[in-house]
Nanobody, 114 residues
């Protein structure tokens, strides 16, 4: 199982970024997929989740600004992040569960400058 996140970078407050996560080794369309983030000194937190049926959930702090989506044909999950704030600065991780175990990709750094 491999999860490869990309798309992070440095952006000014109010800007946008689109994160992508390419997966392999799983029957993608049957898996719930999630994005987490971890800021320095803080615990990793769930940002957004999309179920295998396309239902979406977000942490309150990103509702209305972030959109999670998936492309089952390409085994990809995305996170469109708009109206970024400095407090969104973190390493963002793609996540799924595989045989009851959490699987993580290498994170991608998002830095939002004020």
């Amino acid at each position: 199982v491999q999860l490869q996140a990309s798309g992070g970078g440095v952006v000014q407050a109010g800007g946008s970024l689109r994160l992508s996560c390419k997966t392999s080794g799983i029957a993608f369309k049957f898996h719930n997929m999630a994005w987490y983030r971890q800021a320095p000194g803080l615990e990793r937190e769930l940002v957004a989740l999309i179920t295998q049926t396309g239902e979406k959930n977000y942490v309150d702090s990103v509702k209305g600004r972030f959109t999670i989506s998936r492309d089952n044909a390409r085994n990809m999950v995305y996170l469109q992040m708009n109206s970024l704030k400095p407090e969104d600065t973190a390493v963002y991780y793609c996540n799924t569960n595989y045989h009851g175990e959490a699987r993580w990709g290498r994170g991608t750094q998002v830095t939002v400058s004020s």
